[in-house]
Protein backbone atom coordinates (compact mmCIF):
# COMPACT_ATOMS: atom_id res chain seq x y z
CA UNK A 1 0.00 0.00 0.00
CA UNK A 2 1.70 2.93 -1.00
CA UNK A 3 1.37 6.18 1.13
CA UNK A 4 1.69 9.86 0.40
CA UNK A 5 2.30 12.50 3.43
CA UNK A 6 2.27 16.03 3.05
CA UNK A 7 4.16 18.42 5.23
CA UNK A 8 4.83 22.07 5.21
CA UNK A 9 1.41 23.71 5.12
CA UNK A 10 0.79 26.63 7.69
CA UNK A 11 0.24 30.06 8.32
CA UNK A 12 1.87 32.66 6.09
CA UNK A 13 1.81 36.32 5.09
CA UNK A 14 0.50 37.36 1.68
CA UNK A 15 3.75 37.78 -0.61
CA UNK A 16 5.11 35.46 1.20
CA UNK A 17 6.37 31.81 0.60
CA UNK A 18 6.52 28.46 1.40
CA UNK A 19 7.96 24.98 0.19
CA UNK A 20 5.22 21.50 0.50
CA UNK A 21 6.19 17.90 0.83
CA UNK A 22 5.08 15.16 -0.36
CA UNK A 23 6.64 11.73 0.73
CA UNK A 24 6.03 8.93 -0.45
CA UNK A 25 6.47 5.01 0.90
CA UNK A 26 7.40 3.40 -2.06
CA UNK A 27 9.60 4.15 -5.20
CA UNK A 28 7.02 5.32 -7.47
CA UNK A 29 8.04 9.08 -7.90
CA UNK A 30 9.84 8.27 -11.21
CA UNK A 31 6.92 6.27 -12.52
CA UNK A 32 4.05 8.18 -11.58
CA UNK A 33 2.59 11.21 -11.99
CA UNK A 34 2.44 13.37 -9.56
CA UNK A 35 -0.16 15.87 -8.65
CA UNK A 36 -0.44 18.43 -6.29
CA UNK A 37 -4.59 19.65 -5.65
CA UNK A 38 -6.11 22.03 -3.46
CA UNK A 39 -9.52 22.54 -1.89
CA UNK A 40 -11.18 25.87 -0.50
CA UNK A 41 -14.18 25.79 1.87
CA UNK A 42 -17.26 25.18 -0.50
CA UNK A 43 -15.37 24.98 -3.71
CA UNK A 44 -14.31 21.92 -5.97
CA UNK A 45 -10.93 20.63 -5.61
CA UNK A 46 -8.60 21.95 -8.14
CA UNK A 47 -5.78 20.97 -9.76
CA UNK A 48 -3.09 23.16 -8.88
CA UNK A 49 0.65 21.39 -10.86
CA UNK A 50 1.76 18.33 -11.91
CA UNK A 51 4.84 16.50 -13.32
CA UNK A 52 4.75 12.89 -15.19
CA UNK A 53 7.68 10.94 -15.61
CA UNK A 54 9.28 12.63 -18.58
CA UNK A 55 8.96 15.70 -16.09
CA UNK A 56 6.67 17.66 -18.13
CA UNK A 57 4.70 20.09 -15.76
CA UNK A 58 1.31 21.64 -15.62
CA UNK A 59 0.31 24.93 -13.77
CA UNK A 60 -3.37 26.40 -13.41
CA UNK A 61 -2.95 29.64 -15.04
CA UNK A 62 -3.61 31.56 -10.97
CA UNK A 63 -0.59 30.05 -10.30
CA UNK A 64 1.86 30.40 -13.19
CA UNK A 65 4.92 32.17 -12.25
CA UNK A 66 4.73 31.80 -8.79
CA UNK A 67 4.26 27.86 -7.81
CA UNK A 68 7.03 25.62 -9.26
CA UNK A 69 6.57 22.21 -8.95
CA UNK A 70 9.40 19.61 -8.67
CA UNK A 71 10.53 16.23 -7.29
CA UNK A 72 13.39 14.14 -6.11
CA UNK A 73 13.34 10.37 -7.01
CA UNK A 74 16.31 9.25 -4.87
CA UNK A 75 14.06 10.95 -1.63
CA UNK A 76 10.76 9.90 -3.10
CA UNK A 77 9.78 13.13 -2.76
CA UNK A 78 7.91 15.80 -4.45
CA UNK A 79 7.78 19.40 -4.01
CA UNK A 80 4.91 22.75 -4.43
CA UNK A 81 7.84 25.80 -4.05
CA UNK A 82 4.63 28.69 -3.40
CA UNK A 83 5.82 32.17 -3.58
CA UNK A 84 3.87 35.37 -3.76
CA UNK A 85 1.21 33.85 -1.99
CA UNK A 86 -1.90 35.89 -2.23
CA UNK A 87 -5.09 34.76 -0.07
CA UNK A 88 -6.89 33.36 -2.52
CA UNK A 89 -4.70 30.59 -2.32
CA UNK A 90 -5.95 29.61 1.07
CA UNK A 91 -6.91 25.75 1.01
CA UNK A 92 -6.38 21.81 1.82
CA UNK A 93 -3.40 21.07 -0.36
CA UNK A 94 -3.04 17.38 -1.44
CA UNK A 95 -0.98 15.68 -2.82
CA UNK A 96 -1.97 12.88 -5.69
CA UNK A 97 0.21 10.17 -7.45
CA UNK A 98 -1.76 8.70 -10.66
CA UNK A 99 -0.69 5.91 -12.89
CA UNK A 100 -3.60 5.01 -15.13
CA UNK A 101 -5.14 2.15 -15.07
CA UNK A 102 -4.20 1.55 -12.02
CA UNK A 103 -5.39 2.74 -8.20
CA UNK A 104 -4.31 6.36 -7.49
CA UNK A 105 -2.83 7.46 -4.33
CA UNK A 106 -4.02 10.59 -2.31
CA UNK A 107 -2.23 12.11 0.74
CA UNK A 108 -4.60 13.59 3.60
CA UNK A 109 -3.46 16.75 2.89
CA UNK A 110 -1.72 20.35 4.37
CA UNK A 111 -3.54 23.17 5.46
CA UNK A 112 -2.19 26.83 3.58
CA UNK A 113 -3.36 29.62 4.95
CA UNK A 114 -2.61 32.80 3.35
CA UNK A 115 -3.50 36.08 6.15
CA UNK A 116 -2.20 38.95 7.41
Known amino acids: QVQLVESGGGLVQPGGSVRLSCAAS????????MGWYRQAPGKSRELVAF???????YYVDSVKGRFTISKDSAKNTVYLQMNSLKPEDTAVYYCNADLPPFKDYWGQGTQVTVSS
Open 51 to 57: INSGNYT
Open 26 to 33: QTIISIYN
